[in-house]
């Protein structure tokens, strides 16, 4: 075969794959911020930012903006585009200063069993290569479409990781792409996959970042994995009332003799009055739990011929 033949087929070939790809029905997009408006870094407003997201939506080839009036059965998804900073930072060593733009990405669905919400999030750098103001705008749009490009690819990767098998998602797991590898663990604790555990328990460690562990926290309470509750116990040792209060809410949702033992501890014997009523709280929902879930087993076992 010719190269120009070969290099004209490999193109069809790629091209017809995408389009076999699935497309997402997205509403129209909303903007959220203060960051956005007057802001004499980007040097538009929150319509030229609007307009720039659509063309990364649209050059992915994976989106398709439908009106509010479309069919419900198309149960498009909702996003919502924050950019909660623009700013310009020096680096060691370098001798350009960098323009850095921040964007949040949600998307949210309706109309099933429950309602469907994701956040991704992204950070994009360009160099400040002309000491101007225009050269400063140049670099911040440069950083903006760049983090646009960003929230977009990782929207597909996030809503692609929900239409995968749990086996396809423990696969993903070892994936070399960060982000792949964080949305399948996403959608298996979701789906209360055991394999989602361990890899959560491990990642209270990283006290470093404390909305990431208050995020796990909530994806173990969700999962009731009560393989976390000693290492919730050991997260809670010298933390503030508050945060604590947060650990013993999720123990009582896990449950478990373990936890119900730690509740009982606390409730009786902590120092700080509001996590000793909390502590109780928890105990008290747990047991109620328990009792309705017995209650409910002897009413089957009744039943049952």
Known sequence: MKPALLLTSCVLFFGACRSQAPRYPVAPVELSGTTLRDNALLGFGPEGVR?????????SGRFEVVADESPKKSRPWRL???VPFTREVLKDGNPHSYAEV????????????????YEVVGLGEAAVEVDSAEGRRAAMRSALESVLRQVTESAVLQLAALERTDEALVADLQASDSRIREFALRTL???KHPAAAPLLIERLKDTGDAEQVRRTIGALAEMKAKSAVPALIDLARGRDSGFLQ???????????????????????GHDTPSVQAAAQQALDTLYASRNHATAEARGQSHADP
């Open 189 to 191: 604790a979701e789906r």
């Open 51 to 59: 307009d720039l997201f659509d063309d990364a939506l649209e050059s």
């Open 246 to 268: 947060e650990i013993v809410f999720a123990v009582g949702e896990i449950g478990g003799p373990e936890a119900e033992a730690y509740l009982y501890t606390v409730a009786q």
């Open 102 to 117: 921040g964007a949040n990405l949600s998307l949210e669905r309706f109309g099933g069993n429950m309602p469907q919400r």
């Open 80 to 82: 919502s585009l924050e």
